[in-house]
């Protein structure tokens, strides 16, 4: 799977992802009044906004971007309705050509995890029928709970072409509470990242092992000493943008060759519409703020690994 | 919400809580095939077969036991439909008087945990209505991203009169791998049940804290320490049963008055009829065979902690 993403990156010369986070705060008033007007003031009501919205948003953005990034949080928020809502995303995506990544963040005991992995990257048997429940194409993983919670999506990845990024170093404020604590010489977001590369040797993909990491676009030094640490490993960075980080930041998680990392960025492009700079767009242009928004972030971006 | 806790676990004299776990492999066949009838080969037969299992447990130990907890993975495991299918069981547990513990080991950045917390165990409001999306009693949680991840979560305990098990030391196997190492002169799972402590002090509901600790029962010897560790901190223990923890080897994770602990079983309870001991029920009679399980899983924990 890691080969499909970089075809597509390459395709579509953006190392880039758009998260679909869709906050309450960010969905368009106009969406919820005309859902509301329909279903009620209900869950379903929310889910059918918050997917016209990711509609509008993917419609606008798909030619040039690889892959989108749904964070499931941001739908369970809804309950069912909100987890059906992430389903018709993703199945919304695959449409139109885009790679989906997960952002789930599971991780626990072996069996569990294998469950996960069975319900977000792989299949079902029901009777004699074959069913991909959320079939996403990569997913994120906790590594807390060590090999036996990860190796379950390993062996998945492997047996259906996908992909998982591992938490490695997360991009928000308290991520060094635990991650940045020295094991004796190393830090645990190292011993982690070394774990991961390991890991990764059981699913490489080309040049790139579809065990990928995850590190914050919030700590550049650390990216710069774990993009060295890891040299089979694809970093998905989220963190650009409204969390802080910026393109001129990022050069250090990319390769040489402008591959090795792909840069996640949710609120500055599916809320663009209210930021100052893109506000002429009004909401009812939110899709094409996002889409110059996604242009502009795109240049950066090529401007800071160029 | 801990304090309810302790009140039904007084009540029912029992300091246990069953796992609705519903693998395909436990599921009993005469349940999956009927639904299948009524749906075709399709993940809403599956979940409708999940369903109507959790229901038969739930009839069958309700009156022993004060608490479930469904493990979200194995609901979705079976994509939405699954997901709908935990929702059904969480408000069934609600309408059987049972504290529902939903075993779903969140944790993201900030603003995504604050998702998930609202999603779980608070309100969200649409238009001018508040709803409960899933409503569980009590969640797991994932530390590894730090106070930013958990703190949210602790916010909606205070507002909602809510609980949190945030991971500890877990049961499974490679558990060590990350959270035994040493951090200066103690281990990390040290270091995180310190800060749970800490987080705890936020939430003080009687004697004890509604933010708790997961240590797995297969860990016994830092179970006694933990307990030691934490003293206002309330333990759920996996791992009793199927994954190798014995009656015997808790009686350190409990207090001198008997509280502070409670012990889950899943697969020993959910799957009995296909235990050698309790295979005169039959696949028919698994309900049964669950509450002859849970009732001698109690005599068990209460001789030990006795």
């Known amino acids: 799977m890691i080969s499909k993403l970089i075809t597509e990156i390459k395709k579509k010369n953006a190392p880039v992802v758009v998260g679909l986070d869709p906050q309450m705060a960010f969905l368009p008033k106009f969406l919820l009044d005309k859902a509301i007007k329909e279903k009620g003031e209900t869950l379903e009501a929310a889910a059918d906004a918050i997917f016209e919205y990711n509609k509008g948003l993917m419609d606008a953005v798909a030619d040039l971007i690889p892959a989108v990034k749904p964070q499931i949080a941001m739908y369970e928020m809804f309950g ?104 004796g010489d190393k830090t645990l977001y190292e011993e982690v990242a070394d774990t991961v590369s390991e890991w990764g040797k059981e699913s490489m993909d080309g040049d790139y092992s579809n065990v990928g990491a995850v590190v914050g676009a919030t700590y550049p030094e650390m990216g710069i000493e774990l993009r060295k640490r890891m040299k089979n490993t694809y970093i998905l960075v989220p963190g650009y943008g409204a969390q802080g980080g910026k393109g001129s930041d990022l050069k250090g998680y990319f390769n040489e060759d402008g591959l090795g990392a792909i840069v996640n960025s949710s609120r500055g492009i599916i809320a663009a519409y209210k930021n100052e700079k893109y506000a002429s767009f009004g909401e009812e242009g939110y899709a094409d703020a996002a889409r110059q928004a996604t242009v502009d972030m795109i240049e950066d971006i090529s401007q800071a690994i160029g």
């Open 80 to 183: 069912v309705p909100g987890v059906a809502a992430y389903k018709k995303t993703v199945d919304y995506a695959h449409d139109k050509g885009l790679v989906v990544i997960g952002d789930i963040k599971r991780g626990d005991i072996g069996s569990t995890s294998g469950a996960y992995a069975i319900g977000h990257i792989g299949k079902i048997t029901v009777g004699n029928t074959e069913i991909a429940p959320f079939d996403e194409d990569i997913v994120t993983v906790n590594p807390y709970l060590g090999s036996d919670g990860v190796k379950p999506f390993i062996e998945i990845c492997n047996s259906c072409d996908k992909g998982i990024f591992v938490l490695v170093k997360t991009s928000n404020p308290s991520s060094g509470e635990f991650q940045d604590k020295k094991i």
